[in-house]
């Protein structure tokens, strides 16, 4: 039936088959390991719970021998041997030392020993309800390791079976045992639940992170892009006009050809060097790059030249400091007008531009204007591009 496997398996998993599902590792405070004792162990620090475990365990053990020993020195005789003796303290210590790496292997050693333990109070100590003071400590601490580190349904059955070990041992005590044991659960499970909850956020932000970063990556992608568009688009255009012309201007002439083919190679020259600047850092996998200054408007005077030499009549007219810019802003400044210019040498060849440069109150104006091509498929005067920016 569905309600007794519901009820079996999680007391089964428990007392047989299961194993802890360890919470989300926590900041432990830790000690470095005295030289004289790194023979006897494989690492150089231990964590101070696990110290404190042993030290407790070696305290508990100590005192339930003593304390048994005095019960055997009240009754005639020697009722209980001295392996019982020491068999009652380890079962008291054995689950403390265990609870911290392997809690649910604790709980079934604790299971298997208290009995053991019982038996001796309840034959010499004589006491009710029969649950030694170090037994108590001991249980209580593996009963919040088990919370701490086991899934609900597992701490559910642990907690379960204690609870009806305690009626059947002593029924008058089995409230009291109730309240004490469930409190042990309880701030187990919640540390349990917070632990989990941290560790859910951690992971959440380092999605966060990730994603930033691809998101990052993506808009450095598209920045690439763009700038690679602007250097190719314009070089190209002014390379394939110059080689278009140049021969028609040389007119048999060897030494105007001979210029007009020096001046195609310089301009494939700077084509070259502005994309060996754009593909610096991807070139080179520890992020160093060329620490060249990128172009800005005190460069816009190459653009120029370049475009007059393609045959475009290019009158610049300048309007405070455009100079002295952010060298974000005059980038794509830059930028604007290169396009500009190899849209009108693409569109509208041998066509005069305009370019009006204008900064003022804090804003840079730019407004590029060509009138009519002369060469074959120009087409009619426009406007190549009109922005403003802070600068």
């Known amino acids: 039936m569905a309600w007794a496997r519901v009820v079996v398996e999680p007391v089964a998993t428990a007392l047989f088959r299961g194993d802890a599902d360890p919470a989300p590792p926590a900041r432990r405070p830790t000690m470095r390991v005295p030289r004289a004792f790194r023979v006897l162990l494989p690492s150089q620090s231990v964590g101070l719970v696990q110290v404190a475990d042993i030290a407790l365990a070696v305290i508990l053990y100590g005192v339930t021998v003593s304390t048994v020993l005095g019960w055997n020195s009240r009754v005639p005789g020697q009722p209980v041997g001295e392996s019982l003796v020491h068999l009652t303290g380890i079962g008291v210590c054995l689950p403390l030392v265990l609870r911290d790496r392997l809690p649910l292997a604790a709980w079934r050693v604790a299971a298997v020993l208290l009995p053991v333990v019982i038996w001796v109070t309840i034959r010499l100590g004589g006491a009710a309800p029969p649950y030694p003071l170090p037994a108590i400590i001991m249980y209580l601490l593996v009963l919040y390791s088990v919370a701490v580190h086991c899934e609900r349904r597992v701490t559910m059955a642990v907690w379960a079976l204690t609870v009806l070990a305690a009626w059947m041992i002593h029924p008058n005590s089995m409230a009291l045992v109730t309240v004490v044991v469930s409190v042990a659960v309880v701030f187990g499970y919640n540390v349990r639940v917070r632990r989990t909850a941290t560790a859910r956020l951690v992971e959440e932000e380092h999605r966060t992170r990730q994603a930033e970063g691809a998101q990052a990556v993506l808009e450095e992608r598209a920045r690439i892009a763009r700038e690679l568009h602007d250097v190719v688009a314009h070089h190209m255009s ?56 990128q172009p800005g408007l005190d460069r816009i005077d190459e653009l120029v030249a370049n475009a007059r030499a393609a045959g475009l009549a290019v009158l610049v007219k300048r309007s405070g400091s455009v100079e002295e810019l952010p060298p974000a802003v005059g980038l794509s400044a830059y930028r604007i007008v290169q396009e500009s210019l190899s849209n009108v040498m693409r569109h509208a060849p041998g066509a005069g531009v305009a370019v009006d440069l204008s900064r003022g109150r804090g804003e840079l104006a730019l407004h590029i204007v060509n009138g009519p091509g002369t060469g074959p498929g120009a087409g009619t005067g426009a406007v190549a591009d009109s922005r403003r920016g802070t600068g």
Not at 269 to 277: D, F, G, K, T, V
């Open 238 to 293: 002014v390379i394939a006009i110059q080689a278009e012309a140049v021969p028609l201007k040389a007119a048999g002439d060897a030494a105007q050809l001979e210029a007009g083919l020096a001046e195609i190679r310089q301009l494939s020259l700077e084509a070259i060097a502005e994309l060996r600047q754009v593909l610096g850092v991807l070139r080179d996998p520890e992020g160093r790059a060329d620490t060249a200054p």
